[in-house]
């Protein structure tokens, strides 16, 4: 965690950094400048390193999520999409213990009826006033010392619930339409990077890992910020706007170097994006509250995708029940499904789900080591049919041998 933030430190972390992080040669270490001309270089680091010391400061949480995501799709009406968004997050970053469950509508899609034909229609007839369909995805989710637990449900179909080792990557189900990134990032990240794809920045690095494996954690972010050579930079009261490569950030500088709000163009100004968020100071941190995440499709079909998401905090930087980060306690999970572990490379199913817990059921597969004995058993017997087999073949049936009187 780094120590409190001043000009003067962080322009002399910077510059004692430059070779990792590229971007910082032109810093002015002197503490009082000899003009008033902004030097961006060292403002970007001083800005960077408060939002990072900030957010560091949020250590342990539990926050419940709820809000709306909306799709308007301009030229095709029928496709328009208005659901709500819920979620449970419980995180303790000096244990390494995270908890994300989540649900929310991932598309739309369109069905027809046998009667939609009635009267000579066709499928193009019946394209433009096709029956929309919401499916929504759910996630339980939790990684803690000793295991990575996820579960999916999507539509009507669940998963198995999968037992991994500690340090196992998200399951591709996972990266789809939403990522379990850290909220401490909320306000640095677009609309792409918020659906899981890999940042847009000036000079995208590798990816920064940290201790529960989250998407997009503060630390990756600010260091690929830092990696961006800022054009502008501009002030109004607490508010500083910093611009770079199509990309508009205002951070409040006053009320704990949060990120208020987050604009880009990308793609020669085929898309837009707008991310603003709201921020709360609770146990003397700040927290984020609200976020708003809009896209347009300029270009293409002017649609939009809109996540208005409201963050009501539970517990902030509190000790937490263990209990919270057990599987166990997951809401989601579809009776019957199956509770396989795959810690160490063996797969093998422990049982099923029933009222919140694993029932022993092996009717559908012995345990392990029976299994094994009946696999040997049942190969030794094969051999041994087999050689009686071409024993009676040798003796009963060998060729009569003759020989001279």
């Known amino acids: 965690m780094l120590s409190p933030i001043n000009r003067t430190s962080v322009t002399i972390l910077c510059a004692l950094l430059a070779t990792g992080l590229g971007r910082c040669d032109e ?122 637990v996820w579960y999916e449900l999507f539509a009507e179909g669940g998963s198995n619930l999968m037992i991994a080792d500690a340090d196992q990557n998200w399951s591709p189900g996972l990266t789809e339409d939403f990522h379990v990134m850290d909220l401490r990032s909320l306000g640095l990240i677009d609309y792409h990077e918020f659906h899981g794809e890999n940042p847009r920045f000036c000079n995208p690095v590798a990816a920064h890992p940290n201790m529960v494996h989250q998407h997009l954690p503060i630390e990756g972010v600010i260091e690929r910020m830092m990696e961006c050579k800022v054009s502008e930079i501009t002030k109004n009261d607490s508010m500083v706007t910093l611009q770079w490569c199509g990309y508009t950030l205002t951070i409040d500088e006053e009320n704990g170097f949060t990120p208020v709000s987050y604009f880009n163009r990308v793609d020669h100004y085929r898309e837009k994006q707008q991310n603003t968020t709201d921020w709360r100071s609770i146990n003397d941190v700040w927290v984020p509250v609200g976020l708003h995440i809009e896209h347009v499709d300029v270009v293409s079909s002017g649609a939009v995708d809109r996540w208005d998401l409201e963050l009501d905090w539970q517990s902030v930087n509190e000790d937490l029940d263990d209990s919270l980060f057990r599987y166990e306690s997951f809401p989601d999970v579809h009776e019957s499904a199956y509770v396989i572990d795959t810690r160490g490379g063996d797969s093998k199913i422990l049982g099923k789900w029933a009222d919140g817990k694993v029932i022993n059921d092996f009717d559908v597969q012995p345990p392990r080591d029976n299994f094994q004995v009946s696999w040997i058993g049942g190969t030794l017997l094969f051999f041994f049919v087999a050689l009686c087999v071409w024993l009676s073949r040798t003796i009963f049936f060998s060729p009569a041998t003759t020989g001279d009187p």
Do not use: C, W
């Not at 008033?36 to 970007?44: F, G, K, P, S």
């Not at 995270?98 to 007839?125: C, I, M, N």
């Open 27 to 148: 810093v002015n270490v002197e503490s009082e400048p000899s003009t008033n001309v902004i030097d961006y270089a060292e403002e970007t680091a001083y800005l960077l390193r408060g939002m990072q010391h900030g957010r560091e400061l949020l250590r342990r949480g539990v926050v419940k999520v709820q809000g709306i995501r909306e799709i308007d799709h301009p030229e095709k009406p029928n496709r328009n999409l208005k659901e709500k968004v819920t979620g449970f997050i419980a995180f303790d970053f000096d244990t390494n213990r995270l908890r994300h469950d989540f649900s929310f509508p991932v598309r739309t899609g369109g069905s027809f009826r046998a009667e939609d034909f009635q009267d000579g229609k066709t499928v193009q007839d019946l394209t433009e006033a096709m029956s929309h369909y919401t499916a929504f995805r759910t996630i339980n989710s939790s990684r803690t010392p000793e295991y990575f």
